[in-house]
């Protein structure tokens, strides 16, 4: 993939493991705080940066993915376990916190991030991946092939829930 935004215009969007670029999580930590903080009251960025670094290194499985162009990390994402655990304790595995950077909004980065974490899903053997968004027509991800399987209220907003089987991709 190719962006004008580049300084060469030849750079290669690179999905890569987080885990790989500890220096990234400061900056994936304030985008998500930037966008989703107001969810969790209290928490200011060091906690989120620090529970970033801890769920780095743990087992649960909590993967995260970021997109790189050049140097500069432009993207992230999170295979997760478990979200909205009280309304849908079934749901195991679920896509969460997909962020592209608004200079490099609408150039393929969100879905690359999410056939990612599609990929590492059916690596890990995991049948179904769930997601929620605020976009309730389902957004990219209806785009995608995910397909709706309820709408909600969660953390006061209407959400529309998503699945996407993975087994066989």
Known sequence: MTNSNSNSGNDQIRLDLLINHP?????VAKWWFDQWG??????????????IHDAL????????????????VVGAAILKNHEMRD?????????????????????????????????IANEKRISALHLQTLHLD???????????????THLGNEVCVMVRPISGD
């Open 138 to 152: 389902g957004g990219l991800c209806a785009r995608l092939g995910w397909q709706r399987i309820d709408q909600v």
């Open 87 to 119: 309304k849908f304790p079934d749901k195991r595995y679920w896509l969460g916190n997909v962020y592209v950077a608004d200079t490099w909004r609408g150039h393929g980065i969100a879905a690359a991030l999410v056939r990612k974490i599609i990929r």
């Open 57 to 72: 290194s743990n087992d649960e499985i909590r993967v995260y993915v970021i997109a790189i162009l050049g140097d500069e």
């Open 38 to 51: 107001h969810f969790q009251l209290g928490a200011g960025i060091d906690d989120w940066i620090s529970d």
């Open 23 to 27: 220096t990234a999580v400061p900056t």
